[in-house]
């Protein structure tokens, strides 16, 4: 296993003797530290740096004019906007003719605004814009414009942020908007202007004598320094343009090799220039892995008999043993907790039933008695006596049997006179 240290360092000019104003700008530093025998891989990366032919430039570079008013509401307007070999475009119909920037603009870099009969319309904050998709840059100003009705009130002033322009209403004003970089203009072609190469710089040697290992360029062209590249002790990919990896890869790391290599990264035509610096150092080799020791190989055993139908290995059958594991106390007693509480439940169920049936049972003994205490009272021996009323009614049907008796034998008598009389 690779023991790799890699930390970043705080870059100090001083400290690492090199300067950075005339190669680049160090966008890296950092300390790699790898055993001797390994591979040491010194990254170079920049997505900037792939390259594409720019064949159709009139799409690469873009330069617009917008405007940004305020005042009755916030909204934001495109006035115009222009490519190489493209005619501007104007998008709102009242501007055309009116507003216009210079013909010659991608070829001298001026991308003035230029606006005739300053209406009262034409307040607000304008903002030129170039883009270049290529390079992926972006630039942008501010230029805010008043107008007024008297002349003696035209001026231009800068307000801190912004160059304000007060102008008479109906006059013409030009906006500045001047860039005569050649990277707006028409200049070389961009393969012409790639540039990447290493540098290696021993220890104890001064930056002015640091030797130069490889230079690459967009076109294809590859210069290789020293032998070290031949034998393919150090390389770069070949496809570094393509895909924006100039990485450095040595091989078989020997003491030798340390020292301080600088990536160097120039896209003149994009104003591109970027430096990355690797101080390497060489430890001590990995230690062998440990031998692992090997069996002896199986001697063959002789057989007893040569003929084939005898050399036939019997199999031994697997024995399959069935262990029977106990039950785990716990389990029992989880078991025997389950059976308590199903015979808990059962008892109060039927507490409950017997008490409620018990209380019926009174309650209905309790009217029994409330009843009879409206038909007679319970003596001494436990009998019923009857009420007077029911003995009142049965004396008045004794008595009206008694006196249909006298009624029945007074009428008797009566006969038995009458019968006398007539004799």
């Known amino acids: 296993m690779l023991l790799l240290f890699l930390s970043s360092a705080v870059f100090m000019p001083s400290a690492w003797g090199q300067s950075s104003s005339s190669l680049g700008v160090v966008v890296e530093a950092r300390n790699i530290t790898l055993p001797a025998g390994t591979l040491a891989v010194l990254p170079c990366n920049s997505p900037r740096m792939v390259w594409t032919r720019d064949r159709l430039k009139d799409r690469q570079r873009v330069v617009h004019w917008d405007l940004v008013r305020s005042i009755p509401e916030y909204s934001v307007e495109r006035i115009l906007d222009m490519s190489p070999g493209v005619k501007e475009r104007v998008y709102n119909g009242f ?41 992926q840059l972006h630039q942008s100003i501010k230029i805010q414009l008043n107008t007024t009705k008297s002349a003696r009130k035209e001026k231009r002033y800068w307000d801190g942020d912004k160059t304000v322009f007060v102008v008479l209403l109906g006059s013409s004003v030009v906006l500045p908007c001047v860039n005569r970089r050649p990277l707006w203009t028409d200049g070389q072609q961009e393969e012409q202007q790639q540039v990447a190469h290493w540098d290696w710089q021993p220890p104890g040697v001064r930056p002015d004598l640091a030797d130069r290992l490889v230079d690459l360029y967009a076109s294809g062209e590859r210069r290789q320094y020293g032998p070290l590249f031949p034998v393919d002790k150090m390389s770069v990919s070949e496809d570094a343009f393509s895909v924006g990896d100039f990485s450095l890869t040595i091989s078989n790391l020997q003491p030798i090799d340390k020292g301080l290599y600088s990536c160097h990264l120039h896209h003149h035509y994009c104003g591109l220039h970027e430096r990355r610096i690797f101080r390497l150092m060489v430890g001590p080799p990995l230690p062998p892995p440990p031998l692992v020791p090997t069996a002896a190989p199986a001697v063959p055993h002789a057989l007893p008999n040569d003929d084939p139908s005898h050399n036939v290995v019997e199999l031994e059958r697997p024995r399959v043993v069935n262990v029977i594991l106990p039950e785990h106390r716990g389990h029992f007693l989880q078991q025997l907790g389950y059976i308590l509480a199903t015979f808990f439940l059962l008892a109060f169920i039927i507490t409950i039933v017997t008490v409620l049936t018990r209380r019926r049972r009174k309650r209905g003994l309790e009217y029994d008695l409330q009843r009879s205490k409206w038909r007679g009272h319970v003596t001494d021996h436990g009998d019923i006596a009857l009420d007077a009323t029911e003995l009142k009614v049965c004396n008045q049907e004794h008595l009206n049997s008694n006196y249909k008796n006298n009624l029945l034998k007074e009428r008797d008598m009566s006969k038995d006179r009458n019968k006398g009389k007539c004799m």
């Open 95 to 135: 501007n055309k003719g009116r507003i216009t920037i210079p013909k010659t603009a991608f070829t001298d870099g001026n991308f003035s605004l230029v606006i005739n009969n300053v209406g009262a319309a034409d307040r607000g904050v304008y903002s030129c814009n170039l883009h270049h998709h290529y390079c």
